[in-house]
Nanobody, 115 residues
Framework: QVILAESGGGLVQAGGSLRLSCAAS????????LAWYRQAPGKEREFVAA????????LYQDSVKDRFTISRDNAEKMVYLQLNNVTTEDTGVYYC????????WGQGTQVTVSS
């Protein structure tokens, strides 16, 4: 059984930072691209960032470029999202998944940015 488990969310003031983590089990982690998504209240889930299987190619949504950083540790089967200089627009539930072969969504981790 493949499980995606996100963690690290919380309440942060605008301009602050958070580091999100995602553990994936039950699939050959190191051979798949990974991505982070988010869903703001009342909105559809959207793409945030992706990283290729080797961890050398990354892609970001325009609104988070230069503020967020995606990384991965294949040995630990973890993917991370560092959020810096957050704004209230970054509030939402953050999820990880395999972009090319998505799995059922995990619980996600809530990020709330206060002004």
């Amino acid at each position: 059984q493949v499980i995606l488990a996100e963690s690290g969310g919380g309440l942060v003031q605008a301009g602050g930072s958070l580091r999100l983590s995602c553990a994936a089990s039950g699939r050959p982690f190191g051979s798949h691209d990974l991505a982070w998504y988010r869903q703001a209240p009342g909105k559809e889930r959207e793409f945030v960032a992706a990283i290729n299987w080797k961890g050398v190619i990354t892609l970001y949504q325009d609104s988070v470029k230069d503020r967020f950083t995606i990384s991965r540790d294949n040995a630990e089967k973890m993917v991370y999202l560092q959020l810096n200089n957050v704004t209230t627009e970054d509030t939402g539930v953050y999820y990880c998944n395999f972009p090319n072969s998505p799995l059922p969504w995990g619980q996600g981790t809530q990020v709330t940015v206060s002004s």
